[in-house]
C-alpha cells in the first residue's frame, strides 16, 4: 500500500480544534460502529485526523479510501495492512500472517478467520475508513457488510462517509451500538468561525462573523475558502450577499467536488429549483418539468448532502444556501430569459397556495409588472400589518414611481412605508397622488387604509386635534383592518387622557392582531401599552413592554422604523427616572436617528421628547451648557403645534430646571409661559412656578406655589413630579428651619419613589435635602433605606457634583466676574451699588470654597455654573 493512504493526514495549517466534536469521538470507542456522514468538505478528515492526532497511541489504524478500492484484494489488503500496523495487534495475532486470497468476496473461511483474529485481540482495536462512499463494487461493500453484522468484539469501526451508507446499520442503532455524527454537527458555530478567523488574521465584527456564517451554513469547506480570499486584504467590511457567485475559489470547488459527480440532468434540475430557498415535490415539479421530481431530490440528497430534507416527511427540501447561490447565479448569467420564467412560475404556485412572502418576492425577481400589481393588491396591506415592509417597498421600487402615482392602493401603501420609515412628508405626497387616483366607487379596503394612513400622519404630526378628527373615519372593516383600526382609536384615546378605554381598546388590538398574525401591528400595541403604563405611573410594566417591543424590533428586522424610535424613547425614558444616564443617552441617540431621517416639520411630536431626554443626560452627565440649550431648541422648533400633554410636560420641567441651575432666568421664564399656554394650572407648572421663587429666596411664595399640588388640587401629568413637589417642599422647610416639616416632606418623597421606582429627582435634590436625606440614614425603615442606598450609589457612580445654592443677583455678579470688569463696573452694569456688588461676591467666594476670583470662576465652570453664554458675555 502506499503510505500516505494509511498515514494519518496533517491537519492543516491554522487548524481551529472543536472540543466538543472530540468528545463525541472520545465517547464513541465504546461503541461498535461510529459512523459520519456530511457533504464533501464539511471536515470530516479533518476532524479524525485531529482527533487521532490529539489523542495520541499508535492502535488506531487509518486507511484512506478511493475509488481504485473497488478493487476487492486491494480493499481487504488495506485493511489489514493498516491493522498490523498498530499496537493494537500483537505479533502472534493471525491477522499479520493472513494472505489476501485472489478473490476475498468469495472466500468466507478468509472473512472468518479475519472476524475471529479481531476477537482475539487483547483490547479493542479502532479502525478508521476515511471516504467510504469511494467504494461502490459491491464486492468489497459486502465484506465491510460481514464485519459489521458478525460484530467482532474487539473492532472499534469509525467510518466516514459524504453520503448514506448502505450498510447494515439498523441492529446496530437498535442496540444502541452507533454513534452517528451527521453535518448539523459538524457546521463550524459562531465562536468556532471566530476561532477559524482570527487563526488566519482576519478581523471581522461580529454582525459580519454571523452573517457569514449564514452564507456558508457552517460548511467547513466554505468558511476556508472565504478566509482565503479575505486575507488577501486582512479585513472585509462586508461579505456580499453572493459571496459564493462571486468568489472564484468557492465556485470551483462546488463545481469540482458537488456538480461534476452528478449527471448532466441532475445538474439541470439543481439549476432549475435553486430559484427557491425551500421546495416541496410539488414545486420542484412544476420548476423542472420532472414527474420524478420527489425521486430526484431523494438521489440527490443521498450523494451529495447539500441537499437535504427539511421535514420527516420527505415533502420539503433546501439547497444548501452556498451551492444555491452558485447555481442561481450561473442560471441568471447563462439564461436570464429562464430564471425570469421560473420566478414567474415560482410566484404563481406560491400565490396559489395563499404564500404571500415568497409569491410577492419571486414576483418581483420576474420583474412582471402586470402579475406584480396584482399581487399587491391582494397581498401588500396585510404583508405590511405583518412588517414585511422591506419586502414590499422592494417590490414597488420594481414598478416605479409612475405605476404607484396612478393607482391608489399602491399608493396609500407606499404611505403607510413611509410613515414606518419615518418619513411623513414622503407619506403626505403618497396620500395626495391616492387622493388624485381615488375611484368613483372605492372598495372597502381602500376606504380603511385611507383612513389608517390619515390617523397615523396625524401621530407622527403631533396634532392632537387632527387626530381626533381624522380617527373618526377609521374603518375596522374589513376584517384584516379590524387590529390596527382598535389600536388607532386606543392611541386617540391616550393622547387625550382617556386611559382605561385607552388600555381596553388596545390590549384588544394586541390579542387580535396576534392571532391573525399581524405581527408589526402586535408591537405598535405593545409600545402604546407601555405609553399607557408610563402615564400611569407604572414604570416598571413599561420598560417591560418595550423591552418585549425592542426584541422584537430586532428579531424581525425592524431596528429603523417608527416603533423602533417609540421603543428606544420609552426606553430611554425609563433609564432616565432610574438615574442611568448613560442608557438613557444611548437609547435617546438610537431613537435620534429614525426621528431625524424623516422631514423635521412633521416629526416634532417624537423629536421633542427624544431631544429633552438627550439633553437632559447630556446635562448631568457632561456639558450642562449644550445639554439644556439642546432641550431649548427642541422647544422652539415645536412652534405652535399642539402636542400630548406628557411630552409638553417631560420638556417644561426639564428645561426650567436646567435653565434654573444654570441661572439662566430668562430662559427658565420662557419655559414657564410656555407650561402656562400648553398645561395651564397643571401640577407641573406649578412645580415651576415654586422653583423660580425659591430662586429668588423668596420661600413663603414657593411654599405656597407647591402646597396645592400636594394638597392633590394640580393634577400631575408626570406622576414622578409629586416626588419633585415634595422634595421642593422639604428644602423650602429647611431654608425656612423648619426641621420637622422637611423630614416630613422628605419621607413622602421617598414613600412615592420607593413605589414608582424613580430615582432621578432623589439622585438630583438640593444639597441641603441630601445632606437631610444623609443625616437620616439608619432611621429610615428597612425597605427605605435600602432605597436610600440605592440613591446614593447611583450619585457616586455620576458623580454628582453638590449645586450651588446662588441666588439670582448672585448669578448675574458671576456671570461677569470673567471679564475684565472692576466691582464698580459690574455695580454699574447691573444697576446695584459697588458694596452690595463686594456682598453678593463675598457670598459666591463662600458658597463655592474660594478665596480669589479667579479660582471662583475656574470652579463655576467646572461645576457648569459658567457655560458657553461666557464667551459672548466677555
Request: charged share 25%; with cysteine.
Amino acid at each position: 500500500m502506499p503510505s500516505p493512504k494509511l498515514d494519518v493526514p496533517v491537519p492543516p495549517a491554522r487548524l481551529v480544534t472543536r472540543p466538543r466534536l472530540l468528545d463525541l469521538l472520545d465517547h464513541a470507542r465504546d461503541s461498535l460502529v461510529t459512523l459520519i456522514t456530511a457533504p464533501a468538505g464539511a471536515g470530516k478528515t479533518v476532524l479524525l485526523a485531529d482527533w487521532v492526532r490529539s489523542r495520541g497511541g499508535d492502535e488506531i489504524a487509518w486507511v484512506a479510501l478511493d475509488s481504485d478500492d473497488n478493487d476487492d484484494g486491494r480493499f481487504w489488503s488495506a485493511l489489514l495492512e493498516a491493522l498490523c500496523a498498530t499496537s493494537s495487534v500483537p505479533r502472534d495475532n493471525p491477522l499479520r500472517s493472513l494472505a489476501v486470497p485472489p478473490n476475498p468476496y468469495a472466500d468466507h473461511g478468509f472473512l472468518a478467520d479475519v472476524a475471529d483474529a479481531l476477537d482475539d485481540l487483547p483490547a479493542p482495536a479502532v479502525l478508521i475508513l476515511d471516504d467510504v462512499h469511494e467504494v461502490t463494487n459491491p464486492k468489497p461493500v459486502w465484506g465491510l457488510k460481514f464485519l459489521l453484522r458478525h460484530q467482532p468484539v474487539n473492532l472499534r469501526l469509525i467510518l466516514s462517509t459524504r453520503h448514506e451508507a448502505h450498510l447494515p446499520l439498523a441492529r446496530l442503532r437498535l442496540a444502541d451500538e452507533l454513534v452517528e455524527i451527521g453535518a448539523d454537527a459538524l457546521r463550524f458555530s459562531v465562536g468556532e468561525t471566530r476561532q477559524l478567523l482570527d487563526a488566519s488574521g482576519i478581523e471581522l465584527g461580529p454582525n459580519e462573523v454571523r452573517m457569514l456564517v449564514e452564507q456558508t451554513e457552517g460548511w467547513a469547506a466554505g468558511l476556508r475558502l472565504a478566509t482565503l480570499s479575505l486575507s488577501d486584504v486582512g479585513r472585509s467590511e462586508r461579505l456580499p450577499a453572493d459571496f459564493a457567485a462571486n468568489d472564484r475559489a468557492v465556485s470551483d470547488y462546488l463545481v469540482d467536488e458537488v456538480l461534476s459527480r452528478l449527471p448532466a440532468d441532475m445538474r439541470a434540475f439543481l439549476r432549475a429549483i435553486s430559484i427557491c430557498e425551500q421546495v416541496s415535490t410539488e414545486l420542484a415539479t412544476r420548476l423542472s418539468g420532472r414527474g420524478d421530481a420527489g425521486a430526484l431530490l431523494e438521489t440527490i440528497a443521498e450523494r451529495t448532502s447539500l441537499v437535504h430534507r427539511v421535514d420527516g416527511a420527505g415533502h420539503g427540501y433546501r439547497v444548501h444556501a452556498l451551492l444555491r447561490s452558485y447555481l442561481l447565479a450561473d442560471l441568471v448569467r447563462q439564461a436570464p430569459d429562464r430564471a425570469a420564467h421560473l420566478h414567474r412560475v415560482a410566484a404563481d404556485w406560491f400565490a396559489d397556495h395563499d404564500q404571500p412572502v415568497p409569491a410577492l418576492r419571486h414576483s418581483g425577481e420576474s420583474r412582471d409588472a402586470a402579475r406584480i400589481t396584482e399581487l399587491l393588491h391582494r397581498f401588500a396591506v396585510g404583508l405590511v400589518l405583518d412588517g414585511h415592509h422591506e419586502l414590499v417597498r422592494t417590490v414597488l421600487d420594481v414598478l416605479g414611481a409612475r405605476a404607484i402615482v396612478g393607482d391608489g392602493l399602491l399608493a396609500l401603501v407606499s404611505a403607510m412605508l413611509h410613515l414606518e420609515q419615518g418619513n411623513p412628508a414622503s407619506a403626505e405626497r403618497d396620500l395626495t397622488h391616492a387622493t388624485a387616483a381615488w375611484p368613483a366607487e372605492p372598495s372597502a379596503d381602500l376606504v380603511a387604509l385611507r383612513g389608517l394612513v390619515r390617523v397615523r400622519l396625524a401621530q407622527f404630526t403631533g396634532d392632537i386635534e387632527g387626530l381626533v378628527r381624522v380617527t373618526e373615519d377609521v374603518r375596522a372593516e374589513p376584517a384584516q383592518f379590524e387590529a390596527a383600526a382598535l389600536l388607532q382609536r386606543g392611541t386617540t384615546l391616550l393622547a387625550v387622557g382617556s386611559r382605561p378605554a385607552a388600555r381596553k381598546m388596545v390590549a384588544a388590538a394586541y390579542q387580535l392582531a396576534r392571532d391573525q398574525g399581524q405581527g408589526y401591528v402586535a408591537v405598535q400595541s405593545l409600545t402604546t401599552l407601555a405609553w399607557l403604563a408610563a402615564a400611569e405611573g407604572n414604570f416598571s410594566l413599561m420598560v417591560t413592554l418595550a423591552t418585549t417591543a425592542d426584541n422584537e424590533n430586532a428579531r424581525r428586522g425592524w431596528c429603523r422604523t417608527a416603533e423602533a424610535a417609540q421603543a428606544n424613547l420609552l426606553l430611554g425614558y425609563g433609564a432616565f427616572l432610574r438615574a442611568d444616564l448613560a442608557g438613557c443617552l444611548h437609547h435617546a441617540r438610537r431613537a435620534a436617528p429614525l426621528v431625524d431621517q424623516g422631514d423635521p416639520a412633521t416629526m416634532l411630536g417624537m423629536s421633542l421628547s427624544v431631544e429633552t431626554l438627550r439633553g437632559a443626560a447630556e446635562f448631568e452627565l457632561s456639558d450642562r451648557g449644550a445639554g439644556a440649550q439642546r432641550i431649548t431648541a427642541a422647544r422652539l422648533a415645536t412652534g405652535n403645534t399642539r402636542f400630548t400633554a406628557e411630552q409638553c410636560a417631560l420638556c417644561a420641567v426639564l428645561e426650567h430646571r436646567t435653565a434654573t441651575l444654570l441661572g439662566r432666568s430668562r430662559a427658565a421664564g420662557e419655559a414657564l409661559r410656555w407650561a402656562q399656554m400648553v398645561i395651564p394650572e397643571s401640577a407641573e407648572v406649578h412645580l415651576m412656578r415654586a422653583r423660580a421663587q425659591l430662586s429668588l429666596g423668596r420661600r413663603e411664595a414657593a411654599g405656597k406655589a407647591i402646597q396645592s399640588v400636594l394638597d392633590g388640587l394640580a393634577p400631575a401629568i408626570l406622576p414622578w413630579s409629586v416626588i419633585e413637589a415634595w422634595l421642593l417642599d422639604s428644602e423650602v422647610a429647611l431654608s425656612a428651619g423648619n426641621d420637622t416639616h422637611a423630614r416630613r416632606s422628605l419621607r413622602m418623597a421617598l414613600s412615592i419613589a420607593q413605589r414608582l421606582e424613580v430615582f432621578y429627582p432623589v439622585v438630583f435634590a438640593a444639597p441641603e435635602v441630601t445632606d437631610l436625606l444623609t443625616s437620616r440614614l439608619g432611621k429610615l425603615g428597612k425597605g427605605t433605606e435600602a432605597f436610600v442606598q440605592q440613591v446614593f450609589a447611583l450619585r457616586r457612580a455620576l458623580r454628582v457634583p453638590p449645586s450651588v445654592p446662588l441666588t439670582s443677583r448672585e448669578r448675574a455678579v458671576l456671570r461677569l466676574l470673567p471679564t475684565l470688569r472692576s466691582f464698580d463696573e459690574i455695580a454699574e452694569d447691573l444697576t446695584i451699588s459697588a458694596n452690595t456688588v463686594k456682598t453678593h461676591v463675598r457670598a459666591i467666594y463662600a458658597k463655592l470654597g474660594v478665596t480669589r476670583r479667579r479660582d471662583a470662576v475656574a470652579v463655576a465652570i467646572e461645576r457648569g455654573l459658567l457655560e458657553n453664554e461666557t464667551a459672548s458675555t466677555s
